[in-house]
């Protein structure tokens, strides 16, 4: 199946400090979102970005797709404790019809 | 979007026993899957479940081993049989909806 490769794996930030983190896919996506997951919860969708390029935001988030269309990133702007969790971003397979995930980005915020 | 409710929430479960895992969706959708997430791992999929047909199912995934029922647009079954420590996992249904992926809550199942 497809791969999709996070970076990096885990993140240890100070309350207040930029997030950046990204996400490279060996083949072109036509479509990328990004997930946040707390602990024993489903994954709850971020943003959803559908044209090479795009730059989106949802409050302190942003993401981008890549003009490759084989990658997108990820920003959070003044990082708070309860952004802590995992972020994964997934990209759909050949079809369309189901999506591939991203090895996930573990973020800390320490208060 | 959809809501989606998947129960049990949680459960610990007896090896060797089989539990079965339901899902619901608030409006009517064509694609629904279920993906495993191990723990500290990603999400993987299991099976697409397909309305009035059987499922299909991912490799490493066998119908023996999780069947699966969806018997309407809106509801879909999972079933974890004879199950071992290897599947103490989160299980969660996911809908297909305009292009993106959401999900329930989860199903968290320990297995002692």
């Known amino acids: 199946g497809q791969q999709l490769n996070q970076s990096p794996q885990s993140m240890f930030i100070q309350e207040g400090e930029d997030v950046s983190m990204n996400c490279t896919s060996s083949?072109?996506?036509?479509?990328w979102l990004w997930y946040k997951q707390d602990p024993g919860e489903g994954p709850v969708l971020l943003i959803a970005?559908?044209?090479?390029?795009e730059l989106t935001s949802n409050g302190r988030l942003t993401a981008q797709f890549g003009t490759t269309r084989k990658d997108s990133f990820l920003n959070i702007s003044a990082s708070i404790p309860s952004d802590v969790g995992i972020y994964f971003c997934?990209?759909?397979?050949?079809?369309?019809?189901?999506?591939?995930f991203g090895t996930g980005t573990s973020l800390t915020v320490i208060p | 979007s959809a809501v989606i409710s998947q129960k049990p929430s949680r459960d610990i479960c007896q090896r060797g026993t089989s539990l079965t895992i339901q899902c619901q969706v608030d409006?009517?959708?064509?694609?629904m899957f279920w993906y495993r997430q191990q723990p500290g791992q990603s999400l993987t999929l299991i099976a697409t479940?397909?309305?009035?047909?059987?499922?299909?199912?991912e490799s490493g995934f066998v119908i023996d081993k999780f069947p699966i029922s969806r018997p309407n647009l809106t509801f879909s079954t999972l079933t974890v049989s004879n199950m071992s420590p290897e599947d103490s996992s989160i299980y969660l249904c996911?809908?297909?909806?305009?292009?993106?992926?959401?999900f329930g809550e989860g199903s968290w199942l320990t297995v002692v």
């Open positions: 996911s809908v297909r909806m305009e292009n993106t992926i959401y």
């Open positions: 997934a990209g759909p397979e050949n079809t369309g019809n189901q999506f591939y």
């Open positions: 083949s072109i996506f036509n479509t």
């Open positions: 970005l559908y044209k090479a390029g």
């Open positions: 479940a397909n309305q009035g047909s059987e499922a299909t199912y």
């Open positions: 409006s009517q959708v064509t694609m």
